[in-house]
Structure formats: structure tokens, C-alpha cells
């Protein structure tokens, strides 16, 4: 935001702050993810941590950066090294949807769900496999 001093003839900027907290479309959208992925990874617990403020979720901006982080380390890619894609603010519609995914996201975002789901189904095995021996026992 620009402003314009008459008397002085200087020009002063202003930084308009960052939202800190996200909806779940937004925080979707801000990771690069479909935010039908995005409600997958909350079903599974293998997403951002959020807050629950009068009866909605919100999303910390910085929880977000620091999932970014983790899943890209996990994988050995720095971010720095990332090409982003950044949302052309001229196009509109679903094309434009489909130009801020991040496919990237995506395969780390799948990786998440499938490790929560193999953890799962080894602890069920575990448990049941465990409650036959008392059984036989």
C-alpha cells in the first residue's frame, strides 16, 4: 500500500500484515494441495495441527511452512532449490486452480496417508495377532 505525503513530496509504504491463520481452503491452497487431499490428511491425523476458534478450523501459517519443511526434508529436497509456482492473478476459473498445485505436495501429501495407513493396519495386526495367542493360550 502506497501513500503519498502532499507537503513533503515523498512517497511512504506501507506492509499490510500477513494473515496468520488459514481456513482449510486456504491453507490447502497455501501448500499447494487439492483441498479434497487436504481433508484426507486431516481424517488420517498426518496433517498440520489446528485450531479449533468458535466452532471452526484454522490453520497456523507457520505450522504449514513447517510441514512444508519436514515432508521436504524427508526426502532429501531443500526448498530453496524449488522452482514455486506462483498464481497468475490475471487468469481465472479452474485453470487457475490447476496451475497452484503443487505436484510435489501431492507426492509427499500420498506418502503421508499411505504411512499412516501402514502403521495402522501393523498395530491392528499386532493387537489381534496378540489377543489370538491369549485366546489359544
Known amino acids: 500500500m502506497m501513500q503519498s505525503d502532499e507537503d513533503t513530496g515523498s512517497t511512504r509504504i506501507r506492509h499490510l500484515p500477513v494473515q496468520q491463520l488459514l481456513s482449510p481452503v486456504q491453507a490447502a491452497a497455501y501448500l499447494g494441495l487439492a483441498p479434497a487431499l487436504f481433508r484426507a490428511l486431516r481424517f488420517f491425523r498426518c496433517g498440520p495441527t489446528r485450531l479449533m476458534l468458535?466452532?471452526?478450523?484454522?490453520?497456523?501459517?507457520?505450522?504449514?511452512?513447517?510441514?512444508?519443511?519436514?515432508?521436504?526434508?524427508?526426502?532429501?529436497?531443500?526448498?530453496?532449490?524449488?522452482?514455486?509456482?506462483?498464481?497468475?492473478?490475471?487468469?481465472?476459473?479452474?485453470?487457475?486452480?490447476?496451475?497452484?498445485?503443487?505436484?510435489?505436495?501431492?507426492?509427499?501429501?500420498?506418502?503421508?496417508?499411505?504411512?499412516?495407513i501402514m502403521v495402522s493396519i501393523f498395530w491392528v495386526m499386532g493387537l489381534i495377532g496378540g489377543a489370538i495367542c491369549l485366546i489359544l493360550y
Open 54 to 116: 468458535r466452532g471452526k478450523p484454522f490453520y497456523r501459517r507457520i505450522e504449514l511452512e513447517k510441514l512444508r519443511q519436514d515432508w521436504c526434508a524427508a526426502v532429501q529436497v531443500r526448498g530453496e532449490d524449488r522452482l514455486e509456482k506462483r498464481l497468475d492473478p490475471d487468469t481465472e476459473g479452474s485453470d487457475a486452480r490447476e496451475r497452484f498445485l503443487d505436484p510435489l505436495m501431492r507426492l509427499l501429501a500420498l506418502r503421508a496417508i499411505r504411512h499412516r
